[in-house]
């Protein structure tokens, strides 16, 4: 996995995103207190759940590589 040049930026905007993508389609509210892997990884289910993306093989599913797949996201965005 080839780390993105601006990589935390783009998490942040994947964040955002996934946030108001979740709220728009009235799945989730997401509270102050809820962390960003805590985030990270509902919007990645939610988001292969909806085959906007492409699922990682299980035994690969890491917050690294999560984090890595909504940073490319997020990047087509």
């Known amino acids: 996995m080839k780390k993105l040049k601006n990589e935390k930026e783009l998490i942040k905007k994947a964040i ?4 108001e993508y979740g709220e728009k389609r009235g799945v989730v509210e ?3 207190t809820d962390s960003a ?3 990270c ?3 990645y289910r939610l988001l292969v759940h909806d085959k906007v993306i492409q699922p990682l ?4 599913v890491s917050q690294k590589s999560i ?4 940073a490319i996201w997020a990047s087509k965005q």
């Open 16 to 19: 955002a995103l996934g946030v």
């Open 30 to 32: 997401f509270e102050p």
């Open 37 to 39: 892997h805590e985030k």
């Open 41 to 43: 990884e509902y919007i």
């Open 57 to 60: 093989p299980e035994d690969q």
């Open 67 to 70: 984090q890595h797949k909504l």
